[in-house]
């Protein structure tokens, strides 16, 4: 497989896909985004009762390999309406309230989106006073209601999820830039491979289950579900990273990882490490880049929850370093987009049927 390239489709489901709101627990439109770009290229597909999406090539297969990402994004809940009209929140995943104040926000109602910003007082007001940092107890949207009886007429109530709005773009034609990309930038990287097998009439001796999982925010709900559906034997996950090259990064504590240098290929007790010496060798016998990291009693993505289910499967993960994650300007790297989609390829090309990744018999 030579450089990866993006098409105008792939761009095309990009877009639609990183812009449509899908928000852990509410991630069914975006999980249809999905499914109508990767059927073409699958032989069938699940769909579990919280919307994690499992398309599948070769589904009678008793070997079962799974390649997975997840398909939430972080986001906020409707937690109190004060008299005057303000909204105070609650956090949806981990939502970074540091980056609240002066952002605009989408309201999800039953009746449809309600626009609103998260106000924050001027900085004439703040000047020669004791400077309070932004905080749940002092962030609350504004939508621009007289008091909590407009509120509550525009349909707004308790409980409603909302997002933030900020479109994809790109920055000096090199770096993806927006919300989401943790992690469905990993659900068009497994979408990716599932079409470049199909494109390129690649035969697989055992079952491809190309996971697209929710409610990973909040504790690796969505692969926890769907792990115990499939039961497979292999699983390699991807999911996003720290790049620790930006200024107000500690490296001794959070390592050494940049942009552009290739996919993160960590170590760690969940991380089976058969599998991880067959990942790395695909990476090397391709000339794919990558960076090494170790991760500790848990890689605290949906590895964990594959590798620690069904007595044990052979778990790895592969992650896509990224700039200034559970923000809106979340910044991967395109080289490194394309050789993470080419690390996972090449990955499961080597993977043999019924083959046993125990350390000895």
């Known amino acids: 497989m030579t450089k990866y390239t993006f098409t105008k489709a792939s761009k095309k489901f990009l877009e639609s896909y990183l812009n449509n709101p899908s928000p852990t627990g509410f991630e069914s439109e975006g999980q249809k985004i999905w499914l109508d770009y990767v059927k073409p290229f699958?032989?069938?597909?699940?769909?579990?009762?919280?919307?994690?999406?499992?398309?599948?090539?070769?589904?009678?297969?008793?070997?079962?390999?799974?390649?997975?990402?997840?398909a939430d994004e972080i986001s906020w809940f409707v937690h109190y309406i004060t008299s005057e009209g303000y909204i105070y929140v609650r956090r949806n995943g981990g939502s970074d309230h540091q980056i609240a104040p002066s952002k605009r926000v989408h309201i999800h109602t039953e009746d449809g989106v309600v626009e609103a910003v998260f106000g924050w007082p001027a900085i004439h007001t703040r000047h020669g006073g004791k400077e309070e940092a932004p905080s749940l107890k002092n962030i609350c949207l504004d939508v621009g209601a007289q008091d909590k009886e407009e509120v509550l007429k525009m349909g707004i109530k308790v409980g409603d999820v909302i997002t933030y709005p900020d479109p994809?773009?790109?920055?000096?034609?090199?770096?993806?830039?927006?919300?989401?990309?943790?992690?469905?930038?990993?659900?068009?990287?497994?979408?990716?491979?599932?079409?470049?097998?199909?494109?390129?009439?690649?035969?697989?001796?055992?079952?491809?289950?190309?996971?697209?999982?929710?409610?990973e925010e909040v504790g690796l709900r969505g692969a926890q579900m769907i792990t115990e559906t499939i039961k497979p034997n292999v699983a390699i996950v991807t999911d996003v990273c720290h790049d620790t090259s930006t200024p107000k990064i500690d490296k001794i504590v959070q390592g050494?990882?940049?942009?552009?240098?290739?996919?993160?290929?960590?170590?760690?007790?969940?991380?089976?490490?058969?599998?991880?010496?067959?990942?790395?060798?695909?990476?090397?016998?391709?000339?794919?880049?990558?960076?090494?990291?170790?991760?500790?009693?848990?890689?605290?993505?949906?590895?964990?929850?594959f590798a620690y289910s069904n007595g044990g499967v052979a778990s790895a993960l592969i992650s896509l370093p990224l700039k200034y994650m559970h923000t809106t300007v979340e910044s991967a790297h395109k080289d490194d987009i394309g050789n993470v989609i080419k690390l996972i390829y090449n990955s499961i090309l080597r993977i043999k049927n019924n083959q046993d990744f125990r350390y000895f018999k």
């Not at 097998?197 to 491809?208: D, I, R, T």
């Not at 090397?284 to 605290?300: C, E, L, M, Y």
Request: hydrophobic share 40%.
């Open 42 to 70: 699958v032989d069938d597909y699940i769909v579990d009762t919280y919307g994690t999406v499992a398309a599948v090539i070769n589904p009678k297969a008793k070997y079962k390999v799974v390649i997975e990402a997840h």
């Open 256 to 305: 050494d990882i940049k942009g552009g240098l290739g996919p993160c290929v960590p170590t760690g007790p969940a991380v089976q490490n058969n599998l991880l010496k067959l990942i790395k060798d695909a990476a090397k016998d391709n000339k794919i880049p990558f960076q090494n990291a170790a991760v500790s009693r848990a890689t605290g993505t949906d590895t964990d929850a």
């Open 168 to 215: 994809l773009t790109i920055l000096n034609d090199r770096w993806y830039v927006g919300r989401a990309l943790d992690n469905r930038i990993g659900g068009y990287m497994i979408a990716e491979v599932a079409r470049l097998l199909h494109k390129n009439n690649k035969k697989l001796p055992f079952g491809l289950y190309v996971v697209n999982a929710v409610q």
